[in-house]
């Protein structure tokens, strides 16, 4: 069984800094995109940034800059550095996957973590 784990979450004043980490677990063949969303009250989940298996990332407007999306194959992880956080990035971050279980597919599954709370106070 796949399972997706975050931490690192917390309460963190304006123009500072936190780390979250996610790691996956389980029997997979490989790991494809990896991706950081949140969510935060009252409003609808968004994207935030996403890595590929070769490294390429993406970033959403409103963190491109201050955000850094990486990962480390081998132990399987995946990280987002935030710096300068602002109170409207207060929400809960989640991590996310495209995993292939099996060399007999080649299809990927899609695959969530339970999220980490950040809260920014101004």
């Known amino acids: 069984q796949v399972q997706l784990v975050e931490s690192g979450g917390g309460l963190v004043q304006a123009g500072g800094s936190l780390r979250l980490s996610c790691a996956a677990s389980g029997i997979m063949f490989r790991i494809n995109t990896m991706a950081w969303y949140r969510q935060a009250p009252g409003k609808q989940r968004e994207l935030v940034a996403t890595i590929t298996k070769g490294d390429s990332t993406n970033y959403a407007d409103s963190v491109k800059g201050r955000f850094t999306i990486s990962r480390d194959n081998a132990k399987k992880m995946v990280y987002l550095q935030m710096n300068s956080l602002k109170p409207e990035d207060t929400a809960v971050y989640y991590c996310?996957?495209?995993?292939?279980?099996?060399?007999?597919?080649?299809?990927?599954?899609?695959?969530w973590g339970q999220g980490t709370q950040v809260t920014v106070s101004s």
């Open positions: 996310n996957a495209d995993i292939i279980i099996s060399w007999t597919t080649g299809t990927a599954d899609n695959y």
